[in-house]
């Protein structure tokens, strides 16, 4: 069976400090891969994806990038945080074809200060 | 532009009975809609999908319905359990899209005992 496996849990960093995130999937082989970000009393806003290695592509202009190193790898990262930045971020996959259900992983809590 | 709606934001009923939670949407090009549940400080967790071409789909106590010409769907829960009290998200996407999800903002269900 396939799992996704995000870290921290929960992070609190100062303004203007830098993040990775880091996502894992086990099971699958050449999943599409998924940022995304649901800030308070909101939905869950897409950030990125990626259909293979080093494929990204972006959906929202940001100060935030991602990275692709490995296949079932998926790296979100800052060179410098934001207030704006704070949120509770989720990896997810999904299978390369059609009509698939994402699955998400446990998620990230973001604090800034 | 909100291109999935969920109008309700909370919905209480009491359990044995039937929860139906409503979602719409205005891009008449999507053709994959799914649901998924939500507990506090966890992932969105995938429930059940339905595509374009059908107008309802069941998986034991969850069905989904679609009216294509209303661009609406629904959950039906049946009978509703206290352990379904979460957040419910209904999501959409589009042929080509590479199977990015659209979410609602959620609506908050609260099952009484």
């Known amino acids: 069976s396939q799992t996704i496996h995000q870290w921290p849990a929960t992070l609190v960093q100062p303004v203007g400090s830098p993040l990775s995130l880091e996502c894992t999937v086990e099971?699958?082989?050449?999943?599409?891969l998924y940022w995304y970000r649901q800030a308070a009393g909101r939905g869950l806003q897409l950030l990125f994806y990626s259909v293979g290695i080093g494929q990204i592509s972006s959906e929202v202009p940001q100060n935030l990038s991602a990275s692709r190193p490995q296949d079932r790898q998926f790296i979100l990262s800052s060179k410098k945080l934001l207030l704006s930045d704070s949120g509770f971020y989720l990896c997810?996959?999904?299978?390369?074809?059609?009509?698939?259900?994402?699955?998400f992983g446990d998620g990230t809590r973001l604090s800034i200060l | 532009d909100q291109q999935v709606k969920q109008n309700s934001p909370s919905l209480s009923v009491q359990e044995g009975r039937i929860s139906i939670l409503n979602c719409d949407y205005t891009n008449s090009m999507f053709d994959y809609f799914l649901w998924y549940k939500k507990y506090p400080a966890e992932g969105p967790t995938f429930l059940i999908s339905?595509?374009?071409?059908?107008d309802k789909n069941e998986d034991g106590r969850f069905t989904v319905f679609l009216n294509k010409s209303a661009k609406h769907l629904s959950l039906h829960i049946v009978p509703s359990q206290p352990g379904d009290s979460a957040v419910y998200f209904c999501?959409?996407?589009?042929?080509?899209?590479?199977?990015?999800?659209?979410f609602g903002k959620g609506t908050k269900l609260s099952v009484k005992p």
């Open positions: 099971g699958t082989s050449n999943p599409n």
């Open positions: 339905i595509s374009s071409i059908k």
């Open positions: 997810a996959w999904s299978r390369g074809t059609s009509n698939q259900p994402q699955h």
């Open positions: 999501a959409a996407s589009r042929l080509g899209s590479q199977g990015n999800l659209i």
